[in-house]
């Protein structure tokens, strides 16, 4: 056979265009009763949003808010690529989200929240207790001398005080930080650090698959990892799951920690005006996994972020106010914080807050609730599907819920699990969005408006109106539609949801989101800054869009992003580690999740003790979320001749997958070593193409 040594940068672009073998999928219709009855019929939606009608188009966003004072431009380059929508306005988020919906439906349920002891009784907040308490809420933060701009973090479970207290914070333009409650204290106080928080607001417990959790506890470790990084933090408050009650057993600091509870008597009733705010003042960051060890805060703005969800909640969610509605996300994330909190509230959306797991006490659970609640918009994630389908795939028929529409979102579904969810969940009756974005964009990106495309199992669907995704290769050039090529998918222009800046770190944002596609770093036109999602993605023939999963080195696991360099460094903490390399793995539940290969330093011998540390070590600096599938203890790492660690490589074998040809690296003969330790004596490899993600793994540096 000839040389079968490829010029690297050939490999490079072979790869981007990787031919992608898909059985396409039949389309399936949306109901005439669905259609009936939905927000967004008309069908010139999407040329009503054409390029050539950018960015007047999104004004029908902005009429979709209450205004303290009218913006003059709808969105200002000035100083591309950092966008700035609706200038020259004034708003307030909280009021848009609970004050405007008072003389209407001040008695309806805004929330319903549901604690995870079935026992336990539900408790509705209608939009009127809600005012009262968001109220109440801000005025202690305004009593703690806190006003807009500054920034203060929040580490809370799924419970009502969370969007309350994020309310109380939109109030008065605070920007809140809300790290995701099963992140680490570690994780939650390097997150406090680069935001520069003073105030941690927490709280002492929630009940997690059938335990009450002392999540205090976390508060402690985050404080002191915050300080180590340089950043104090002089208040920590602490909400009481029992209101009265302190139910965590770490005790409470004297002088920095108080109960929220006993705070808010001296606030009691008290009202607080909503300032009014300039439209492209930040509302809250989301920090995200990305290529480097250290997480970037997702700045938004408040007037193009709400406007972007309150849009996109009432066309593609197909949110009423007599609808009841039940996003399984977590608060904590992006998903939660458009499409629990802002988007449904300004839409004067009824909500269900569910506290606990999905399968808890068993599959069954979301079911009885969808029943007993009356929910009719269902909105998940792929692994939640795949979850309740492995435990209980006949359980849906036990009960008599009916959903008119179901959303999936945060990982690529493969076609059964999505048939089994249209058929089983659904009932053959609701229609299903497969919405496609990231934290950084605010809101979906790609997926079809229900009432007026057909669903495609497998695939997101078109552009969301107004976003005009496109695929580049990796010398620049667009990969037609229909092609069965994959590429980078990128958006060509702005939409008004999109992430304002990294946080403190305005060269971030360039390099990582537009720096390859961008020609001309001083242009002021849009069109010169295509923003790269980070995701492969093949589009149809039919145009709609097929996500492959990130091409970065992050891992999504059950959904969650998780950055490699992340868990790498955290196995480094390990004082016998040399070496750690990081990489995903195929599953059938979670989608991906990660395997961890390490390297002892010389004289320290493999034991079961060095790998129960590794794992202890991710859980105390990320989470337990990041727990590893396995730790390989290996005598070396596969490395190219300049020393870099072939994590490729790696990926292979632990996908049992050919290594492929290694004779150029520096150790070719550790890979047979390695690939004999993880798969065994015998050759177990299959010839099957690796997914994009993986097969791209470990690229990008
Ligand atoms: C992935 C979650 C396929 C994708 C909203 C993206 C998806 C990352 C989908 C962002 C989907 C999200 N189909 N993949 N419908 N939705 N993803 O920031 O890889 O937590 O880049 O935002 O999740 O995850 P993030």
Redesign the pocket.
């Known amino acids: 056979m000839a040389n079968k040594v490829k010029p690297p940068e050939q490999t490079e672009v072979s790869e981007a265009q990787i031919a992608v073998h898909w059985k396409e999928e039949g389309h399936y219709q949306p109901s005439d009763r669905f259609k009936s009855q939905a927000n967004m019929r008309d069908p010139h939606i999407l040329e009503k949003f054409g390029l050539d009608k950018f960015p007047d188009c999104f004004r029908e966003y902005a009429d979709m808010l209450t205004w303290f004072e009218p913006y003059r431009t709808v969105l200002d380059t000035s100083d591309a690529p950092f966008w700035k929508w609706f200038v020259g306005g004034k708003i307030n988020a909280s009021y848009n989200c609970v004050d405007r919906h008072l003389a209407k439906y001040g008695s309806k349920a805004a929330f319903i929240f549901v604690p995870e002891p079935e026992a336990e009784p539900d408790v509705v907040i209608t939009y009127q207790e809600l005012h009262t308490r968001v109220n109440e809420a801000a005025a202690l933060l305004r009593g703690l001398g806190l006003t807009a701009g500054d920034r203060v973090t929040f580490h809370m479970p799924m419970v009502p005080e969370l969007p309350i207290t994020m309310l109380a914070c939109a109030r008065l333009g605070i920007i809140h930080s809300q790290v995701f409650g099963g992140f680490s204290g570690q994780a939650c106080g390097s997150r406090i650090q680069d935001s520069g928080s003073r105030v941690l607001i927490t709280m002492d417990s929630y009940w997690r698959n059938g335990t009450l959790v002392d999540h205090k506890a976390n508060a402690d470790i985050a404080v002191r990892a915050a300080k180590e990084l340089g950043q104090d933090v002089d208040k920590v408050l602490v909400w009481q799951r029992y209101p009265g009650k302190y139910s965590a057993k770490t005790p409470m600091a004297s002088g920095r920690d108080s109960f929220v509870n006993d705070l808010l008597k001296d606030y009691k009733g008290k009202n607080v005006e909503p300032v009014a705010l300039p439209s492209e003042g930040p509302l809250f960051l989301m920090y ?1 996994s990305g290529t480097t060890g250290k997480p970037k805060g997702a700045q938004h703005s408040i007037a193009g972020f709400l406007a972007y969800v309150t849009a996109t909640s009432k066309w593609l969610l197909d949110i009423h106010p007599d609808d009841v509605y039940w996003c399984m996300a977590d608060i904590g ?3 939660g914080h458009s499409y629990i909190v802002y988007g449904p509230l300004a839409n004067a959306g009824t909500s269900v807050l569910y506290e606990g797991v999905p399968t808890f006490p068993d599959a069954g659970r979301p079911w009885r609730i969808a029943e007993r609640l009356g929910v009719n918009i269902f909105h998940t994630a ?1 692994t939640a599907i795949r979850m309740l389908r492995k435990l209980g795939p006949q359980e849906p028929r036990k009960y008599k819920y009916q959903f008119k529409s179901m959303t ?6 493969e076609p059964e699990a999505w048939r089994w969810y249209y058929d089983e969940v659904g009932k053959r009756e609701a229609v299903i969005t ?8 605010g809101g979906f990106l ?2 079809t408006v229900p009432a007026l495309h057909p669903m495609k199992p497998g695939s ?1 669907g078109p552009g969301a109106p107004g976003i005009h995704p496109v695929i580049y290769d990796e010398t620049g050039a667009e990969i037609p539609k229909g092609s069965g090529k994959a590429g980078n998918i990128c958006i060509r222009n702005p939409w008004p949801g999109i992430m304002q800046t990294v946080w403190g770190d305005r060269d971030r944002y360039i390099k990582t989101y537009f720096a390859k596609y961008n020609k001309s770093p001083k242009s002021k036109d849009w069109r010169d800054w295509p923003f790269m ?3 492969g993605a093949v589009q149809a023939a039919d145009g709609y869009y097929r ?1 492959l ?2 091409i970065d080195d ?1 891992i ?1 696991v059950a ?3 998780l950055g490699t360099k992340e868990l790498e460094s955290a196995c480094l903490t390990v004082p016998e580690i040399a070496e750690a390399a990081v990489v995903p793995v195929q599953d059938e539940l979670k989608g991906r999740v990660p395997e961890v290969y390490v390297a002892v330093k010389p004289g320290v011998p493999p034991s079961q003790d060095v790998v129960d540390r590794v794992v202890k070590a991710i859980e105390d600096v990320i989470g337990k979320i990041a727990r590893p599938k396995r730790v390989y203890i290996v005598p070396d790492m596969p490395k190219t001749r300049s020393g870099k660690i072939m994590r490729r490589v790696l990926a292979a074998i632990s996908n049992r997958r050919d290594v492929g040809d290694v004779t150029t690296l520096a150790n070719p003969d550790v890979v047979e070593q390695i690939r004999t330790l993880v798969q065994g004596k015998d050759v177990v490899a299959t010839r099957e193409e690796l997914p994009e ?1 993986i097969a791209k793994f470990g690229e990008v540096e």
């Open positions: 995200s994330w992006i998903t792929p999936t979102v945060g990982e690529p579904i497969d919405t496609w974005w990231l934290t950084e964009t790609c997926t997101c999602c980070g995701d996500i999963g990130r992050v999504n959904g969650h992003r993600d």
